[in-house]
């Protein structure tokens, strides 16, 4: 069965971004409240379809809804930058994109405290989802829309969707 490593090394950051120190996923994950870096990549296609990933059911945050095209965290000693390729890279299959900022926030929830780094792109290549995800496809905006607040997307993504179709 998978499940989430509790023992990777995530780097703690200040609300600056500023690496402070390390932590594990598990002390990350459980309630400790360290602020630990993100990033985050909205993926949209030629047509404005987002592509959304549904989350595996033996994730430890939030299973089995659906989510940001790519989602991940930053290892300890890696850049924002790097975390997005490679994250975009084992999730999607996608190597090839040009990312462009769009914001970067604070996310609370019960268990942790994510500085998510949020970026956008569009992309008509193949998309491949890993093992890691529980499949994806492409959403027209107005069935997102239609489905905000029914319990089928991470409060993550709920919170984004603002500022992703701007």
């Known amino acids: 069965m998978n499940c989430d490593n509790?023992?990777?090394?995530?780097?703690?950051?200040?609300?600056?971004g500023t690496v402070v120190?390390?932590?594990?996923?598990?002390?990350?994950?459980?309630?400790?409240?360290?602020?630990?870096?993100?990033?985050?990549?909205?993926?949209?296609?030629?047509?404005?379809?987002?592509?959304?990933q549904k989350r595996p059911a033996w994730k430890d945050i939030q299973p089995g809804r659906?989510?940001?095209?790519?989602?991940?965290?930053?290892?300890?000693?890696?850049?924002?930058?790097?975390?997005?390729?490679?994250?975009?890279?084992e999730e999607l299959g996608i190597t090839e994109f040009t990312p462009e900022a769009v914001a970067v926030y604070e996310f609370r929830s019960e268990r942790e405290r994510e500085l998510v780094h949020v970026y956008r792109?569009?992309?008509?290549?193949?998309?491949?989802?890993?093992?890691?995800?529980?499949?994806?496809?492409?959403w027209p905006v107005s069935e997102?829309?239609?489905n905000l607040g029914k319990g089928i997307f991470t409060p993550n993504f709920e919170g984004e969707i603002g500022l992703i179709l701007g």
Request: proline share 5%; glycine share 14%; aromatic share 6%.
């Open 121 to 138: 792109a569009v992309c008509d290549g193949p998309v491949r989802p890993s093992g890691e995800l529980d499949g994806g496809r492409f």
């Open 66 to 89: 659906w989510d940001t095209a790519v989602g991940g965290h930053v290892d300890y000693g890696e850049t924002i930058a790097e975390a997005l390729r490679r994250e975009v890279r």
């Open 21 to 52: 120190g390390s932590a594990t996923r598990g002390e990350c994950h459980g309630g400790s409240m360290l602020l630990h870096p993100v990033v985050h990549l909205h993926v949209f296609n030629s047509k404005g379809e987002l592509y959304l």
């Open 144 to 146: 997102i829309r239609e």
């Open 6 to 16: 509790s023992e990777e090394i995530f780097p703690v950051v200040d609300a600056a």
